[in-house]
């Protein structure tokens, strides 16, 4: 297994372990954190294992993450209905 890939396993373990924290916040921050840790891991792994393994990250974490995924779609399509 490359490093990359490691990388992504340790935070998806992560993304678990987040999830199960009770938090007043709506898991917000966490959030956040694990999107500003994944984007830059997301293009390690696919420029070190290639498109087709860094499109299964990307499913991953959009899997664990699907609510700002949600809200970045509505907000594009208020940008794109506005226009």
């Known amino acids: 297994m490359t490093p990359s890939l490691a990388l992504a396993c340790l935070l998806a ?3 678990a372990v987040l999830a199960m924290l009770p938090s007043r916040r709506s ?3 966490a959030a956040w954190l694990l999107i500003a840790l994944g984007l830059p891991l997301l293009a390690y ?3 070190e294992n290639g498109a087709l393994a860094g499109a299964l990250v990307f499913a991953a974490g959009a ?3 699907r609510w700002p995924l949600f809200h970045l ?3 594009v399509a208020r940008m794109v209905g506005a226009g």
């Open 73 to 75: 779609w509505r907000w």
């Open 63 to 65: 899997s664990v993450l």
């Open 27 to 29: 898991h917000w921050p």
């Open 13 to 15: 373990v992560l993304a």
């Open 45 to 47: 792994v696919v420029w």
